[in-house]
Each structure stands twice: as C-alpha cells, then as structure tokens.
C-alpha cells in the first residue's frame, strides 16, 4: 500500500515563503505524473501544479510564477517551493498523481498565511 507523506507546512506571514516535502514508499513518483493539490476550508481541492515523468511542469494561473514544483533525481520526493505568499493560499497542501488515485491521499500540511 502507498503511503504518501507531506510535510513541511506551517504558519509564514503574507510575501514569506515554505517548502513543502512529499515521499511514497517505492517507485509510485517514477510511474505516475504527480501534482500538488490543495483545500482551502469552504472549497473543493484544487490542483495547483503538477510535474510529469519527463519533468514538464504546469501551474494553475493563481500560482504561476510563483509555485515551483521539483522532485529530487532519485524521484523519491516531490517538492513544492512556494514563494510570495498571500493570505489566498491558506489551505491544506496534499500531493497526489495525475490522475488522482483516491485511496492514496495522504494526511496533508497545513500552511496558514497570515496578512
């Protein structure tokens, strides 16, 4: 069974920045397409990057330019750099593949930004 762990979260003031970590057990980053996700309270998770095998990476317009996502070359960590926080990104921060396989979701990292 996968167990997808993210850590890193917390609580940064409006233009900080965090770095968000997320492992599995195994090859599951090697054979998936992998995206960070998140859920703010009242709101439907939402994808806001994601990284393919090959390493192409796309953004959700409410984050480009600021949002990185990386892995390490092992490919056994997904990354998510977050820079110039506002208070609009306060949410519970899960990673998961693309497509989304249900019964892998992990615990989560709460990041609260404050104004």
């Known amino acids: 069974q996968v167990q997808l762990v993210e850590s890193g979260g917390g609580l940064v003031q409006a233009g900080g920045s965090l770095r968000l970590s997320c492992t599995a057990s195994?090859?599951?980053?090697?054979?998936?397409?992998m995206g960070w996700y998140r859920q703010a309270p009242g709101k439907q998770r939402e994808l806001v990057a994601q990284i393919s095998i090959g390493g192409v990476t796309h953004y959700a317009d409410s984050v480009k330019g600021r949002f990185s996502i990386t892995t390490d070359n092992a490919r056994d960590t997904v990354y998510l750099q977050m820079n110039s926080l506002t208070p609009e990104d306060t949410a519970v921060y899960y990673c998961n593949s693309i497509p989304i396989q249900r019964d892998y979701w992990g615990q989560g990292t709460q990041v609260t930004v404050s104004s």
């Open positions: 195994g090859i599951f980053f090697r054979i998936n397409h």
